[in-house]
């Protein structure tokens, strides 16, 4: 390929430094790269929590659009914020290896979760990490956080809240790891479907392309996210499910096998229990991944998750 490949993304400062990283290696390959910024609804609207103005896909319409009308070929977009299903014509060709998948702890004054005095205000517009704060933690105050990272760590910073919650990668991509004060385990909070990794969006007919992004592609990460993203997909997943779950590798008896957790939250009743799950199996390809997946979801639902389901 000679001609330009013309990376979509938004302009905030951690999406220009993945599309940077992903440019580097696509040079690295021999290919020609330029970037195009771009502002997202998702971007623009600032004022209302995801789930009641769309949801993640506000952060992708525009990059496919882009792509759509040839103005860009390739998209980069944080895994997390990709909806399960995509528009017809379009395809993930690469899921790079995860970067720390876990949510952080940032705070000027607390060391921890534990240390909050009680009816502390902590920052967070994410669901899924409401519903498991307030698991451990029911007296804690939460407050909106919308924003990039930088303007969420300006607003901790003017003293609106005694702490938010961050995913560790972004704050590390951008060589913030200092601001982190605890890094919460995958047991004290399990992540949601995709952090930390990235995806590569292009339209599907763009087959050379496609060939040159599947050798990038992080067969370990791609597997795990397929099974974390199944369970989503299989729950019906929206930006009004504090819905949870991640995939990890570990060793087992027969080699590999991986490792997947989840958790459902009620999204207004805070005072009833998480439902929680945690399966493993053998998985070779993508299928079996799907199917471990599918295999969570209907656990929750055994659970009681169709109530909770309801309520959002």
Not at 149 to 168: F, N, P, S
Not at 287 to 305: I, K, P, V
């Amino acid at each position: 390929m000679s001609e330009n490949v013309v990376i979509a993304t938004r302009e905030s400062r951690l999406a220009l430094w993945q599309a940077e990283h992903v440019k580097a290696l696509l040079e690295d390959r021999g290919l020609a790269v330029s970037l195009l910024g771009m502002t997202t609804k998702g971007d623009q609207i600032l004022d209302r929590a995801l789930s009641k103005v769309g949801g993640k896909g506000l952060f992708v319409k525009e990059l496919e659009t882009a792509l759509e009308e040839g103005r860009a070929q390739l998209a980069v977009h944080s895994l997390k914020d990709v909806p399960m299903e995509l528009p017809e014509g379009f395809e993930l060709a690469a899921i790079l290896e995860r970067e720390d998948p876990r949510d952080a702890l940032v705070s000027n004054h607390y060391a921890s979760l534990a240390e909050l005095p009680e009816g502390a205000v902590v920052g967070t517009s994410s669901l899924r990490r409401v519903v498991q704060i307030k698991a451990v933690r029911p007296d804690i105050r939460i407050e909106p956080l919308r924003g990039n990272l930088d303007t969420r760590l300006r607003k901790l910073d003017e003293g609106g809240y005694a702490a938010i919650v961050l995913a560790a990668a972004g704050l590390k991509r951008l060589g913030l790891a200092s601001r982190i004060k605890a890094v919460f385990s995958v047991d004290e909070m399990i992540p949601c479907a995709g952090q930390g990794a990235l995806g590569l969006e292009l339209r599907a007919d763009a087959h050379a392309l496609k060939a040159q992004l599947a050798a990038m592609s992080h067969a370990p990460t791609w597997l795990a996210t397929q099974a974390e993203r199944a369970v989503s997909r299989a729950m019906g997943g929206s930006c009004s499910m504090p819905l949870a779950a991640h995939a990890l590798w570990s060793p087992g008896v027969q080699g590999q096998v991986l490792r997947l957790s989840a958790a459902l939250g009620h999204p207004e009743r805070h005072d009833l229990p998480l439902l929680k799950i945690q399966l493993e199996a053998a998985v070779a390809d993508e299928a079996e991944a799907r199917a471990l997946g599918q295999a969570a979801a209907d656990a929750l639902r055994a659970q009681g998750a169709q109530a909770y389901l309801a309520a959002a």
